[in-house]
């Protein structure tokens, strides 16, 4: 298979993930007449370092999503019922905590591993959301918020949906709200509004704040009438004292 048909396959693949590719270009301006050739070889020269780097990036990105699926494979694993042990063959964890510390491992490999690769980016995710289930917030804040940076707005997106819920468990509720109020200002394709306004308001009436909740409610059934989340929004605003 042609390296530029596997690289095709591997954006297909990972689309669902939000990888975008990051393109740049470079500009040479040659403006004397005596010196064209020193400027032509230069340019060659130039190119084919820019080739090299793209298909040195490539290749690394190509072993670094292979090693995230692996990563992700360690969350399917089973957890065995207490007192259960371990079945040679049939990969399985004493608990939530030990599945997603192996996880977080594996995931941290690959951000040490290929820091500059786009699937980095998405490991480092993945690192954030173990962290956050292992209690560490501060490892989880911190590693969340880097991704919330990426220029790749979908993956941003996610990473801000859930440090939002990070800043919940550590009763940071100015900075979660705020969060919810970006996300549902700019939706993406991985973090819808609807999504992010039953979020927001389950958090209002978490905090005992139901006329703030009914409010969001009322919009998501104004906003989206005849719909499964109009009918969901409903429901929880009739239930709401």
């Known amino acids: 298979m042609r390296a530029e048909t596997r690289h095709q396959l591997k954006e297909d693949r990972f689309s669902k993930a939000t990888f975008h590719a990051a393109e740049q270009t470079v500009h040479w301006t040659v403006e004397h007449q005596s010196t064209l050739l020193i400027a032509g070889i230069v340019v060659a020269v130039v190119a084919l370092i820019g080739f090299g780097g793209w298909y040195y990036m490539n290749t690394q990105d190509e072993k670094a999503s292979i090693e995230l699926g ?13 007192g259960v042990p371990a079945q040679p063959g049939f990969p399985s964890f004493a ?12 995931y941290q490999a690959i951000v040490d591993r290929y820091p500059h690769t786009r699937t980095a980016d998405m490991a480092r995710y993945f690192v954030g959301l173990n962290s956050s289930q292992l209690g560490d917030n ?3 804040e911190r590693n969340l918020q880097e991704v ?3 220029s790749n707005k979908d993956l941003a997106a996610l990473a801000k949906f859930a440090l939002a819920s ?13 969060i919810y109020k970006q996300l549902i200002d700019k939706p993406t394709t ?7 306004q039953l979020e927001l308001a389950q958090f209002y009436e978490s905090r005992q704040k139901p006329d703030e909740a009914k409010r969001i409610y009322d919009q998501v059934q104004k906003e989206n009438p005849a719909t499964e989340a109009a009918s969901l929004a409903q429901q929880r605003a009739t239930k709401l004292k």
């Open 95 to 106: 608990s939530d905590q030990e599945r997603a510390t192996e996880a977080r491992k594996k």
């Open 70 to 82: 692996a990563a992700t494979r360690v969350m399917e694993e089973q957890v065995r019922p207490a």
């Open 138 to 140: 501060a490892a989880a």
């Open 166 to 178: 990070v800043f919940r468990s550590e009763n940071k509720d100015p900075q979660a709200t705020d």
């Open 148 to 150: 919330a940076k990426s």
């Open 190 to 196: 991985t973090v819808n509004k609807i999504t992010v």
